[in-house]
Nanobody, 128 residues
Framework: DVQLVESGGGSVQAGGSLRLSCAASGYTFSRHCMGWFRQAPGKEREGVAVVAIGEWKYVPDSLKDRFTVSQDNGKNITYLQMNKLNSEDTAMYYC???????????????????????WGQGTQVTVS
């Protein structure tokens, strides 16, 4: 079975940094699509980063100066580095995956629609 396990959340002061990790298992890591999403209480879910293995990475313009997505293919882990955090970044953060092979274009569509087949349990980020 596919499993996604997030870690690295916590409480941080405004201006600080956190690195979230998403460990994937149960499928071949290559050429998959991995997205990071967040949802704050009372707000809609928001996509914050996406990576299509072997192709490209994308972070929305509103976040690209502070958020970076990367991965360690050898360990099947995807990372979300978040810098200069502020209170608006407070949310539950989720990673989500689509098993490959998948094109970068299809990955981007899925990211914009939030249409991923597998989701982690989430990790809380609180910025005060």
């Amino acid at each position: 079975d596919v499993q996604l396990v997030e870690s690295g959340g916590g409480s941080v002061q405004a201006g600080g940094s956190l690195r979230l990790s998403c460990a994937a298992s149960g499928y071949t890591f290559s050429r998959h699509c991995m997205g990071w999403f967040r949802q704050a209480p009372g707000k809609e879910r928001e996509g914050v980063a996406v990576v299509a293995i072997g192709e490209w990475k994308y972070v929305p313009d509103s976040l690209k100066d502070r958020f970076t997505v990367s991965q360690d293919n050898g360990k099947n882990i995807t990372y979300l580095q978040m810098n200069k955090l502020n209170s608006e970044d407070t949310a539950m953060y989720y990673c989500a995956a689509i098993k490959g092979p998948i094109t970068g274009g299809r990955c981007l569509v899925a990211f914009r629609e939030g249409d991923f087949g597998y989701w982690g349990q989430g990790t809380q980020v609180t910025v005060s």
